[in-house]
């Protein structure tokens, strides 16, 4: 098997250079192509552009789009979406090219998440690798065979912040950091467009949902967003900005209102901000039915609603059809402007253009690179590499792992010879039964070497309420035959008889993602209670997690003898787990978001502010800003995962005490491989700002360095830091830095770091 630098160069290879540059020449001959076709649009066919309809396998919500042939026909469909192979999104378009008027033709989007049909793991394990070049070439897989399938439009990256692991959608995003993520998504955009649309292996990628999405009160999907500017400058912002400076060619707004404002509505989001500020030159598309939603917001009819998203800068109306059947009329009464509507269409069709669809509007229509490219073993090798690279060892007392290869091995869990919830929430073209289980996996790897007894032990859930929805919404869990009692008993009975239990436990893949809020985030009654039984036999239990949010683990972390977090780990699931577990990888994921020790602690998040009363966690003082019945800090914090070796840090070595305006300073610090296996380690840095002009965060990531290291060896580790890493948002919302001390924290952790002061002057 290759490694993950190898894969990544192979696979990488000329596509990570700079991003898309339309030239001027190119952007004139370009405006000169699309005015002259506008000259001999309709106003019903520019309205029509404006349109994306959903047509066939996964929805999300009720398909209003009636009739879309005619439609299509008609010219009145811009887009289409959920609709893929190269057969079928050639049907639907040789309709708009030969039949509709203009022949323009049709975008083709889709939710390719966490890749196309070789299924990555989910995006909270992909980001957990804390490897861009892993990130990026998960988004270029997931383009290569996207395209390859008649795609040429993803409605990812997702790059919203979330705090809050009751969001079932904390699962999609990169966690909880304003920098990490702002990395992930430049590094994805990369993925989906590389430098450009010339070929026919790039798609154009959407970044979402703008904005404050995964700010939902309460963690519960869709909940209304309350924050101050500065927060949103600070914290939220960061992220999706990169995607927009990075080259996305898309947007799409979130269903959250914003500042009492409905996103889809809003004018200062979408165009204030958006295009003056961030210069933003691709089109907006809504989410699913946004438009129509904001009569429930409580903002208008449908007329009212649609003539203010146009307003507010949208262009593309997904699924509601409110712009189809409202716009007309709204200019007519001077509700909407000609202009508000030809610019819309105008990015419409800048962007079919820019794909080269007026060129060749089949250039993404080949079922022989489909049959080639597709579920190639090379991308099959890279979703492996990717999954071993995310999963985050949160416990390993006494070594327990890496497991020998010889022995006795208790194989249980509704996870463990499950393939429907490898692949996780958003697989949207991913095919489960080609998903590697962990009972295959770890077959695969150690054959007839240890003696594997496997037992089911329990169901994912016996709570019959969730069940029933899960099942209601594609859930697919069976409930087993045999009675929970007789589950449990059988699985202790197997667990004695061996020499160690990996128990693979967690969430269903349904309990996660959109529209899957719990306000309770642990292993699930009945999977706890089989733990509990494991445990009391005596036996070393390595707890195996699968789940799309940080979760409890309390009790987990108290008696178990190792947990390895494994997310959601894609198609090739098992060979990773395997991989991992015997050794032949040494995990280094590490965590991007927090795991809380309850939900009483949430929203628990490492950049937070100090208060005027901060509570040093030790003394026992009433008025601290503390609980009577838990500690502040969080179970994991953000940053953490163990390796099977261990590393040791010198202290933080600054080349200058003094620093003036833009000179960098130096940071170093030495890190020695002080146990047995060679290992990566993930070298983090943190900015502390002691004294502003607004409170700040106790720290701030700013770097990292992801660093191999063999048993003995040390390397020294060096950031350069300028005044660009110590800047924030000020009380005027200005992005500055303010000259005096500053705390310089390196380390293994956000909460386990060395640190040294500087003093820098402008
Ligand atoms: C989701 C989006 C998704 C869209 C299209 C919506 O329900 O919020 O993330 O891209 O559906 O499927």
Redesign the pocket.
């Given at each position: 098997m290759k490694t993950g630098k190898q894969l990544v160069r192979l696979l990488a290879g000329t596509l990570m250079g700079a991003l898309p540059l339309h030239s001027m020449a190119q952007d004139a001959k370009m405006n000169s192509y699309v005015s002259t076709l506008m000259q001999k649009m309709t106003l019903e066919e520019k309205i029509g552009q404006l349109n994306l309809v959903s047509v066939g396998f996964d929805v999300?919500?009720p398909i209003v789009s009636q009739d879309v042939d005619s439609k299509i026909r008609k010219g009145q469909v811009g887009g289409v979406?959920?609709t893929f192979t190269p057969n079928a999104v050639r049907k639907l378009q040789e309709l708009a090219v030969k039949e509709s008027r203009l022949h323009i033709p049709l975008l083709f989007g889709y939710?390719v998440i966490h890749g196309h049909k070789t299924i990555f793991p989910i995006a909270l394990g992909i980001a957990s690798t804390w490897d861009m070049g892993l990130v990026e070439q998960s988004a270029r897989v997931a383009a290569t065979e996207a395209s390859a399938d008649g795609l040429n439009w993803t409605?990812s990256p997702?790059v919203d912040i979330a705090r809050d692991p009751r969001w079932g959608r904390i699962s999609e995003g990169a966690g909880e950091d304003p920098w990490l993520g702002s990395e992930v998504a430049k590094a994805m955009v990369k993925g989906y467009q590389g430098n450009g649309f010339d070929g026919n292996n790039t798609v154009l990628s959407c970044v979402?949902?703008f904005a404050l999405y995964g700010g939902a009160e309460a963690g519960r999907d869709y909940n209304t967003v309350d924050m101050s500017r500065i927060k949103m400058y600070q914290y939220y912002l960061p992220p999706y900005r990169a995607a927009v400076d990075a080259g996305a060619a898309s947007v799409?707004t979130s269903?959250n209102e914003v500042d009492a404002v409905p996103a889809t509505a809003n004018k200062w989001l979408m165009t204030d901000l958006l295009r003056k500020q961030w210069g933003f030159k691709g089109f907006v598309v809504t989410?699913?039915t946004a438009v129509n939603e904001m009569t429930a917001h409580g903002i208008g009819d449908l007329q009212q609603v649609s003539a203010r998203a146009l307003n507010a800068g949208v262009d593309m109306d997904?699924v509601g059809e409110g712009f189809l059947t409202t716009l007309k009329q709204s200019l007519q009464q001077g509700k909407v402007s000609l202009t508000a509507i030809n610019d819309a269409c105008r990015r419409i069709l800048e962007a079919k253009y820019k794909l080269g669809l007026f060129t060749d509007p089949y250039k993404y229509c080949s079922e022989d690179r489909a049959a080639k490219e597709i579920m190639s073993a090379e991308h099959l090798a890279a979703a492996r590499t990717v999954a071993e690279h995310s999963f985050v060892l949160l416990k390993n007392a006494q070594q327990v792992l890496p497991l020998q290869q010889s022995g006795t091995i208790a194989l249980i869990g509704p996870l463990a010879n499950n393939q429907r919830d490898m692949i996780g929430s958003w697989s949207a073209a991913g095919d489960w039964k080609k998903a590697v289980s962990i009972a295959t996996g770890i077959k695969n790897l150690v054959g007839d070497k240890v003696n594997v007894l496997y037992a089911k032990g329990a169901n994912l859930l016996d709570d019959t309420a969730i069940l029933k929805q899960l099942n209601a919404n594609g859930g697919e869990i069976v409930a087993d035959a045999k009675s929970p009692e007789a589950l449990l008993n059988e699985a202790v009975s197997t667990a004695k008889q061996a020499d160690v239990v990996v128990a693979v436990l967690g969430e269903a893949s349904g309990m996660t993602g959109?529209a899957a809020c719990r306000s309770n985030i642990g292993i699930p009654d009945n999977q706890e209670a089989l733990l509990q039984a494991l445990v009391a036999t005596g036996k070393p239990v390595v707890l195996v997690l699968m789940n799309g949010r940080p979760m409890t683990l309390g009790w987990e972390n108290a008696h178990v003898s190792a947990i390895l977090e494994t997310w959601f780990p894609g198609i090739e699931a098992g060979n990773a787990v395997a991989d991992v577990l015997f050794g032949k990888y040494n995990p280094a994921g590490r965590l991007t978001a927090t795991f809380p020790r309850s939900v009483g602690q949430i929203p628990v998040y490492y950049n937070h502010k100090n208060t005027g009363r901060p509570y040093d966690g030790k003394s026992n003082e009433k008025y601290k800003s503390r609980y009577l019945d838990i500690p502040n800090d969080p179970l994991f914090p953000f940053g953490y995962g163990l390796s099977y070796t261990s590393f040791t840090y010198g202290d933080v070595q600054l080349d200058k005490q003094t620093v003036t305006g833009n000179q960098a300073l130096q940071a170093s610090i030495t890190v020695t491989n002080s146990g047995k296996y060679a290992g990566e380690e993930v070298v983090q840095l943190y900015i502390s700002d002691p004294v502003a002009s607004v409170t700040r965060s106790v720290k701030e990531l700013k770097g990292y360095q992801k660093i191999m290291l063999q048993p003995g060896e040390t390397k020294t580790v060096t950031f350069a830091v300028t005044p660009e890493l110590l800047k924030f948002y000020n009380s005027d919302l200005q992005y500055v830095w303010e000259p005096g001390e500053f705390i310089i924290q390196i380390g293994t952790n956000s909460q386990d770091v060395h640190s040294a002061s500087v003093n820098w002057t402008k």
């Open positions: 999300t919500g979406f959920n939710d409605y997702m979402k949902h799409m269903f989410d699913y997904m959109e």
